[in-house]
């Protein structure tokens, strides 16, 4: 069985740019979350969505959104891009929202210059 | 909000020697814990879960306990190996459904 994709695997983008990354769940996943990764921060979660509704929401500007589709497959759009938003955005699926295992993609490296 | 914290950021240990991680969680009210392992360029990946019902559980080469008095956890590794080289997360999930994680240690595992 495939694991979490993520495309694409490298983005550079400079401020005021905005930025869409994609994220495909292992099959059969309903639920995806989206995380930013930074060595200050650590793991912060971004938001999760289950069956094209968005579930939980992390304490992220309103210029982070996110949708999903209804092959389960998710989209993240960061707008007016600034230098902090330079991360690592990983993308998490499981079989339904907030229950269990998650199994993390492999990330999206975003630099913003 | 929940806040969640390894107590060492690095570890190094002997090839051969067990590793013991350890992370203190905040939320009394977390009821399941989970332990991911990261290698450079990848993203974590699942090593073994806990819930708030249980106070051990083991797997393959690895044992987490669970202290809820304390509100610690911990990661025990046997027989540590240079491929378990990497940065170790605990990860509870809280308020809101949502999974809050530690800020991570990083075991070096030496020859």
């Known amino acids: 069985k495939a694991g979490v994709t993520q495309t694409p695997r490298y983005l550079i983008k400079t401020r005021g740019q905005q930025v869409t990354l994609s994220c495909s769940p292992i099959s059969g996943h309903r639920s995806v979350s989206w995380y930013q990764q930074t060595p200050g921060q650590g793991l912060q979660f971004l938001f999760e969505?289950?069956?094209?509704?968005?579930?939980n929401k992390g304490n992220f500007p309103g210029r982070f959104s996110g949708r999903q589709f209804s092959n389960s497959r998710s989209e993240m759009n960061v707008s007016t891009l600034e230098l902090g938003d330079s991360a690592l955005y990983l993308c998490?699926?499981?079989?339904?929202?907030?229950?269990?295992?998650?199994?993390f993609g492999p990330g999206t490296r975003l630099t913003v210059t | 909000g929940e806040s969640v914290g390894l107590h060492l950021p690095t570890l190094s240990v002997q090839e051969g020697d067990n590793s013991i991680i350890n992370c203190a969680y905040s939320?009394?009210?977390?009821?399941?814990f989970i332990w991911y392992k990261q290698e450079s360029g990848k993203g974590p990946q699942f090593i073994i879960d806990?819930?708030?019902?249980?106070d051990k559980r083991q797997g393959q080469r690895v044992t987490v306990l669970l202290n809820k008095t304390v509100k610690h956890l911990s990661l025990q590794i046997a027989a540590t190996q240079p491929g378990d080289s990497a940065v170790y997360f605990c990860?509870?999930?809280?308020?809101?459904?949502?999974?809050?994680f530690g800020t991570g240690t990083s075991l070096t595992v030496i020859p």
């Open positions: 806990i819930r708030s019902n249980m």
């Open positions: 939320n009394s009210a977390s009821d399941y």
């Open positions: 990860a509870e999930k809280g308020t809101g459904n949502q999974f809050y």
């Open positions: 998490a699926s499981s079989l339904a929202a907030g229950v269990g295992e998650q199994y």
């Open positions: 969505y289950f069956s094209e509704t968005q579930r």
